[in-house]
């Protein structure tokens, strides 16, 4: 499997269109008696399903032409979406201004605003409400090796 996921990464990055599309992920399972085959990727203004189908139609045919699979599989071409985890700089960096809720290795959870990324981490905004005071806005500085997840959470304004 590991030779399978290797080459289907290779032919990814092969394949995506431009410096602004990333891959996010490749997840190979078994599933029943087939191979199935996720490939998450991503750009930093969205991805289209245009570009998914593109994606999918180019690796597909490689493995196809390529013989690496002598069985069935199923191939997925996907953006991650929102309930996944930012894992790199790059996804912090495509989701600035939104409200994450961020997991940290301690233990503690914050959520609050993402205000900036810098290189060795991100500057959250976190809103702290006091009985009888202003809500105020506290910066938080935390770096990328304290942050065990961080999930975008959906806002309706």
């Known amino acids: 499997m590991s030779d399978l996921k290797q080459v289907v990464l290779s032919l990814v990055e092969q394949y995506l269109p431009d410096e602004e599309h990333f891959l996010v992920e490749v997840k190979i399972d078994r599933v029943g008696d087939k191979t199935k085959i996720l490939i998450l ?50 996804h912090y960096l495509k989701n600035q201004g939104r409200v994450l809720k961020v997991f940290l290795q301690s233990g503690e959870e914050l959520t609050g605003k993402l205000i900036g ?16 005071k202003k809500s105020v806005e506290e910066a938080h500085n935390l770096l990328f090796v304290e942050i065990k997840k961080s999930i975008v959470q959906v806002s309706f304004n």
């Open 41 to 90: 990727v991503d750009a930093d203004q969205g991805i289209t399903i245009a570009t998914c189908a593109s994606l999918s139609r180019a690796v597909a045919g490689e493995l196809e032409t390529s013989m690496l699979l002598d069985e069935a599989y199923t191939l997925e071409v996907s953006s991650p979406g929102l309930d996944y985890p930012l894992t790199e700089k790059r």
């Open 117 to 132: 990324v810098e290189e060795q981490g991100i500057q959250l905004g976190v809103t702290k409400k006091e009985k009888g």
